[in-house]
């Protein structure tokens, strides 16, 4: 398994080669194995059915998401465990904090040794090509910002869409 890479640009603004544009490897986008791909994968090592498997993928939805509720961690065996996390504003006095300076919570997934080991296999493939910014989607629904169901292309309409990097 190789992570691809191809060549981005940046001109830099800050530090002592402020000014300077620099070249650096930015990963390329991954394919992507579908659900329906997995689905079919576990179905024919396992021998248990779509339903099952569909019905299982559900009940685990359901219950992380209750425990997750709840402010537990939960445990996915060889995979890992998977958490909600939260961290609180610095505030310049002990009175001051409280409930509404707690920044809004997100989840993380903390995989198992075995699967973090993977990455020490991984290869690298630097494609000697300029990276291209994946175009924006549109806004969910398919809608353009206007409702008129008009794609939005990048940019907003502009011509030369967005920038490499952040």
């Known amino acids: 398994m190789a992570l691809k890479f191809k060549i981005a640009k940046r001109k830099l603004n800050l530090g002592k080669r402020k000014g300077k544009t620099v070249y650096f490897a930015i990963q ?39 425990e997750l509720q709840a402010g537990r961690a939960v445990d996915l065996a060889d995979l890992g465990s998977i958490k909600a996390l939260a961290q609180g504003k ?28 993977v990455t020490k296999e991984v290869s690298y493939e630097v494609t000697k090509e300029a990276y291209q910014p994946h175009p924006k989607k549109s806004p969910k629904g398919g809608k353009s910002k206007d409702g008129s169901g008009t794609p939005v292309p990048p940019g907003g309409g502009t011509e030369g869409g967005g920038h490499v990097g952040a």
């Open 28 to 66: 390329d986008e991954h394919p992507r194995t579908t659900w329906p791909q997995v689905e079919r994968r576990i179905i024919q090592s396992t021998g248990i059915s779509r339903a099952d498997l569909r019905a299982a993928v559900i009940a685990l939805h359901d219950i992380v998401e209750d």
């Open 90 to 117: 610095m505030m310049d006095k002990f009175d001051e904090v409280n409930a509404t300076t707690i920044r809004p919570a997100h989840v993380r997934f903390y995989p198992k040794m075995s699967l973090r080991m």
